[in-house]
């Protein structure tokens, strides 16, 4: 079954510093990989796209990176700020017409 | 101001009675979505339209409705069917059709209450 998981499921960090989230997923065969930002009550805005071939893609302080073998990648953000405060979602797709949906990191920077 | 608007912003619907979600982009893309999230979920596709006039069944179709009759337009109605409305709508759509190729742009959502 194709799944995307995210971890941690929310995280507190404080104004300024670094964090890293988590996406697994069992996707198979892989197209794509995608990380889009959510504020709350507002619609995903995309952040990064990787293909199979790439393995980092860089959006200013939001750093991606993809693993296609163990099936992992990660969204590094630097230096963090208040607007960061955010949802952040892995979303991966087959090569169909599908999206797989994570269900999110709830980050939450504190001043 | 481009961009892709949905309306309203907040919705009450009563037991038995249908709701419609309005949906418009001036972007002048081809593809347009509708998707469900609840909360600690993905995204559900509802439905998704690949050109005028043309629309296919997502993951979780039934108990809503859709239209396609022009390019700009793409609204959702929430049929009496559907027994567990309560949730954040949102529209996308993207350049062209092709889910896992295309960027997909979405609306600031709808949320929908059952009273």
């Known amino acids: 079954k194709n799944q995307v998981e995210q971890s941690p499921q929310s995280l507190i960090i404080l104004e300024g510093k670094n964090c890293t989230l988590q996406c697994n997923y069992t996707v198979s065969p892989f197209s794509n990989l995608r990380w889009y930002k959510q504020d709350t009550g507002r619609g995903p805005v995309s952040l990064t796209i990787?293909?199979?071939s790439e393995n980092t893609k860089s959006n200013g302080r939001y750093t991606a990176t993809l693993d296609a073998d163990t099936k992992q990648s990660s969204l590094h953000i630097t230096a963090s700020q208040l607007s960061d405060s955010a949802s952040y979602i892995c979303v991966v797709s087959p090569r169909n017409y599908q999206l797989i949906w994570g269900a999110g990191t709830k980050l939450i920077i504190k001043p | 101001d481009g961009g892709i608007t949905q309306s309203p912003k907040y919705l009450f619907r009563k037991e038995g009675q249908n709701v419609t979600l309005s949906c418009e982009q001036n972007?002048?893309?081809?593809?347009m979505y509708w998707y469900r999230q609840d909360p600690g979920q993905g995204l559900r596709l509802i439905y998704y339209s690949q050109i005028v006039n043309d629309f296919q069944k997502g993951d979780i179709a039934e108990g809503y409705s859709v239209s396609r009759e022009k390019k700009e337009s793409f609204p959702l109605t929430v049929t009496s069917a559907q027994k567990n409305p309560t949730a954040f709508y949102l529209c996308?759509?993207?350049?062209?059709?092709?889910?896992?190729?295309?960027?997909?742009?979405f609306g600031p959502g709808t949320r929908l209450l059952v009273l």
């Open positions: 996308a759509s993207s350049i062209r059709a092709g889910l896992y190729q295309e960027t997909q742009y």
């Open positions: 972007l002048n893309h081809d593809a």
């Open positions: 990787m293909t199979f």
